[in-house]
């Protein structure tokens, strides 16, 4: 069984910064391409970041210069690096991870998702 433990989400003022992690653990064989989402209420769930298992990386238009994705391979954590937050900013955050298992092949897994509120 594969989980991802998702760790890093809080109350910060506009301007601050915030770091999340993801680690999955279990009968993990290989991690593809691991990303972040996030959901704001009323909206829908979106793209925030990915990186693939080479280290190429891609963001949303909306935090390109101020969010930063990463990823630990030994370790098998992505994370973000969330600068300069903003309100709008505000959302539940989800990891996400393409992981290959001897059991069932490459599944799509999902953290519990972590809240980040950005307000003064």
């Known amino acids: 069984q594969v989980q991802l433990v998702e760790s890093g989400g809080g109350l910060v003022q506009p301007g601050g910064s915030l770091r999340l992690s993801c680690a999955a653990s279990?009968?993990?064989?290989?991690?593809?391409?691991m990303g972040w989402y996030r959901q704001a209420p009323g909206k829908q769930r979106e793209l925030v970041a990915s990186i693939t298992s080479g280290g190429s990386t891609n963001y949303a238009d909306s935090v390109k210069g101020r969010f930063t994705i990463s990823r630990d391979n030994a370790k098998n954590t992505v994370y973000l690096q969330m600068n300069s937050l903003k309100p709008e900013d505000t959302a539940v955050y989800y990891c996400?991870?393409?992981?290959?298992?001897?059991?069932?092949?490459?599944?799509?897994?999902w953290g519990q998702g972590t809240q980040v509120t950005v307000s003064s």
């Open positions: 996400n991870a393409g992981i290959f298992t001897m059991v069932v092949g490459t599944v799509d897994y």
């Open positions: 279990g009968s993990i064989g290989s991690i593809n391409a």
